[in-house]
């Protein structure tokens, strides 16, 4: 059974950082891509970010790039969202998710594995 469990956020100031954490279990993390995404009230989702399973290739939204950093080690079966420079409109839940293949193809649309999510909060 796919598990996936998110941890890390909290409130801070704009300006702060945090870094998020997604714990992995029920499926062998070294071949699969894994992706970062968030949601805040009354909004759509937002892919965030995504990586490879060998981590050879990652992706960033827009939105986020140069500010993030997703990363994972496999053998401790964690995935990572170094989150720097924090701006109120990244106030959201984060979660991640999977579709269990190794590349980040059409990750924007994964939909089938996720966790609960971690709730980050920017205050200005």
């Known amino acids: 059974q796919v598990q996936l469990v998110e941890s890390g956020g909290g409130l801070v100031h704009a300006g702060g950082s945090l870094r998020l954490s997604c714990a992995t279990s029920g499926f062998t993390l070294d071949y699969t891509a894994m992706g970062w995404f968030r949601q805040a009230p009354g909004k759509e989702r937002e892919a965030v970010s995504c990586?490879?399973?060998?981590?050879?290739?990652?992706d960033y939204s827009e939105s986020v790039k140069g500010r993030f950093t997703i990363s994972r080690d496999n053998k401790k079966k964690s995935v990572y969202l170094q989150i720097n420079n924090l701006v109120p409109e990244d106030t959201a839940v984060y979660y991640c998710?999977?579709?269990?293949?190794?590349?980040?193809?059409?990750?924007?649309?994964?939909?089938?594995?996720r966790g609960q999510g971690t709730q980050v909060t920017v205050s200005s």
């Open positions: 998710a999977t579709n269990l293949r190794a590349r980040c193809v059409d990750w924007h649309h994964w939909t089938r594995y």
């Open positions: 990586i490879s399973n060998d981590a050879s290739s990652t």
